[in-house]
């Protein structure tokens, strides 16, 4: 019930499906039955109408929250969206989708359908979560159905919703596949089938790595435009208005999120088994890593320009989390800035209005103008839409805009990245 899984449970229950939305943390079990959404993306209203029931009626609510995996043993499809994040050695951690399968094993029945949605290297429905199930007894694609369908969910974003962002699918046999295609049809208007779990497992990380190349070619780009003295936000905007042949991808502080800088090593991961190395998506990697670094590096020829340095300084982050419009700060660029920015002197505060208080870094988010007007330095890491960036760049002392958010604005103490 995070991320993936509560909207994909709402868009079931809005359609008149009866679903049980299961997650280990009880703290999330309690919020969906208070009806108290803890997504952006979902709102606590449409949360609590499919978790309630009308009075007097002696129907079970829509949506119904737990965490006990017999209550899914009555479900005819069982949608698997745990968390498939690093481990420390920077390989695929799936001991969460281990876990997960365990349990279920314990519960599954004949007939039920398995889709796996958590991002992965291609095999692992086949060769990691296909024998666990099995240890119940039941034979996959013969007592149950299992397939591999990713998760395209890009939160914040409302012009694609789950109801018009394309659906694939692939099944470890036919009947696998049109079953999950059944399934995914009463919530999506295209349903694409593949032709097993292999190619819908590779489909996602071709989607994410081909974004994360072309960020890091683009964020690239940003470097050298410093050094030729070139905007690369005007070079950026020209090139966009080529009809055909150019898609436009923006540089920015480095990527975070539980997707693209992880996927990556997924792969990379996959491809080291079969003896080969995927060179230029590790390249890719690196770029966009050690973007915070040289973000760093800009503050500090930021403050040389006003002969201040970073020691003693304070540095005010806009925005902590990895995108716009969101509260999720995991893998977040800010987060490197922060540290790397501390390890040199740098006094820093942030204002994020979707993150309060991030845990991990003992700050909370400041008042935006007592902060700007402490300020030696605001630095837009996250362009969140509801601040007002030419009244921060008029009120602050010096401004250094790493997402391009002030281009049209002129201004002696304004930077950009
Ligand atoms: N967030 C996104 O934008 C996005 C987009 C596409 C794909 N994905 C992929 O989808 C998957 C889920 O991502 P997310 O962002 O929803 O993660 P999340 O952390 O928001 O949610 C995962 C949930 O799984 C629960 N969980 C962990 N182990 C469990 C277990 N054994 N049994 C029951 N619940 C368990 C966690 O408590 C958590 O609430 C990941 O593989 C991710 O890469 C995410």
Redesign the pocket.
Known sequence: ?????LPLALAFAEEGHDVVG????TR?IDALREGRSYIEDVSSESLAAASRVAPGSDQAPKLVATTHYEDLSECDAVII????PLSEAREPDLS?LI??AT?LSGVLRRGQLISL????YPGTTRERLLPILEESGLAAGRDFHLAFSP?????GRTDYTVRTTPKVVGGLTEECTERAAALYSEICDTVVRVSGPEPAELTKLLENIFRSVNIAMVNEMAMLCERLGIDVWEVVDAAATKPFGFMRFDPGPGMG???LPIDPFYLAYKAREHDFYTEFIELAGKVNQNQPAWCVHRIERALNQVSKPVNGSRILLLGVSYKAGVGDIRESPALRIIRLTREIGGDVAYHDPHVPEPGELALTSGDLDEEIANADLVCIVTAHPEIDYARVVSDAELVLDFRGVTRGIEAANLVRL
């Open positions: 019930m995070g991320y993936v899984g299961l997650d280990a943390d999330k969206c745990v968390p498939t969460h876990d997960s349990s949605e958590s991002t992965t998760e395209r969910i890009d939160p999120g539980h997707c």
